[in-house]
């Protein structure tokens, strides 16, 4: 059978490549920035947002409910996140929205004024998977532009929601401006794939790790069932990282982790992970640099369109 996936990757063989300062474990963490950009009549939008905590769908008018729970996550959620991450000194990837950074504008500028970096997440929360390629383009340039405005800089990295079309990660390439992309979740370590003429960096991401296991049907209930996962995941890498390179991704939501009820697990997290020597807090960014130059490939820049 004739197919271009690949179930062998490194194969048990990875790269001999060690994160700054001799660290066991690249640890990123993504705070997914979606609010004001799920689907909503009020915005203009085909239909509303029916994917939350509860599953009520409200057709032919605005969900006034859905949008409430939606407006949480700027509102509460990221004051909550932003003091934890400051408190624990983690830089991190925002994953925004165009459209959420053009409602709630502060937070790309409190986010790249702590230090964190500012990723793109689509302009809706919509997936791609069949957007013909002139319209994917569009959005693709439309969220750019967007995040360009919010962060003051453009974003290198970018992360669909779930399912990319055949096109994206070449059109994301052919845009120029994008040093990695996170639509893959198939490896524990970044990898690299050659699109276009271009060597690009492929940083897997992970839903296990990931506080939409919150959500109906997930298996998350208390914070600490999220703390006792990601510790889990985070000792088993921590330990393989002795002896080869590791990467984990911890996946937080605004509307989701930045509850009270749930808070308390991503600082139980927090505590573990700090406290061990050797772990790096990254930037998404930052390790897709890292891991090119540990490949040997030339620092990274984006091309002209």
């Given at each position: 059978m004739q197919h271009d996936r690949d179930f062998r990757g490194y194969g048990g063989t990875p790269p001999a490549i060690r994160w700054p300062d001799g660290a066991r474990l690249a640890v990123s963490v993504v705070?997914?920035?979606?609010?004001?950009?799920?689907?909503?009549?009020g915005h203009g939008d085909e239909?509303?947002?029916?994917?939350?905590?509860v599953q009520e769908p409200i057709e032919g008018v605005r969900d006034l409910c859905m949008e409430s729970h939606f407006e949480y996550g700027p509102?509460?959620?990221?004051?909550?996140?932003?003091?934890?991450?400051?408190?624990y000194g983690v830089q991190a990837t925002l994953n925004a929205n165009g459209r959420a950074l053009a409602f709630s504008p502060w937070i790309a500028r409190e986010a790249v004024a702590d230090g964190h970096e500012v990723a793109a997440h689509g302009w809706r929360w919509e997936r791609h998977a069949h957007?013909?390629?002139?319209?994917?383009?569009?959005v693709i340039a439309r969220t750019v532009a967007a995040i360009a405005e919010a962060a003051g800089t453009p974003p290198c990295?970018?992360?669909?929601?779930s399912a990319t079309s055949v096109n994206t990660r070449r059109l994301l390439v052919?845009?120029?401006?994008?040093l990695y992309d996170s639509n893959a979740y198939n490896d524990d370590l970044p990898y690299v794939v050659e699109v276009g003429g271009r060597d690009h960096v492929v940083l897997p991401y992970a839903f296990d790790t990931n506080d939409m296991r919150f959500q109906r049907g997930g298996g998350f209930v208390f914070g600490d069932d999220f703390a006792r996962y990601c510790i889990d995941a985070f000792d088993r890498l921590y330990e393989e990282g002795a002896s080869a390179p590791r990467m984990m991704s911890v996946g937080l939501h605004l509307r989701i982790i930045g509850r009270p009820g749930r808070i308390g697990g991503l600082e139980r997290f927090l505590t573990?992970?700090?406290?061990?020597?050797?772990?790096w807090f990254a930037r998404r960014a930052a390790i897709a640099?890292?891991?090119?130059a540990g490949l040997g490939l030339p620092d990274w820049a984006p091309a002209a369109p």
């Open positions: 705070v997914n920035v979606e609010e004001g950009a799920e689907l909503s009549l239909a509303n947002e029916g994917v939350y905590e509102r509460a959620g990221w004051p909550r996140i932003r003091a934890l991450l400051a408190r957007m013909t390629e002139e319209e994917e383009r569009r990295g970018w992360h669909t929601r052919e845009q120029g401006g994008f573990h992970a700090a406290s061990k020597p050797g772990v640099r890292h891991w090119r």
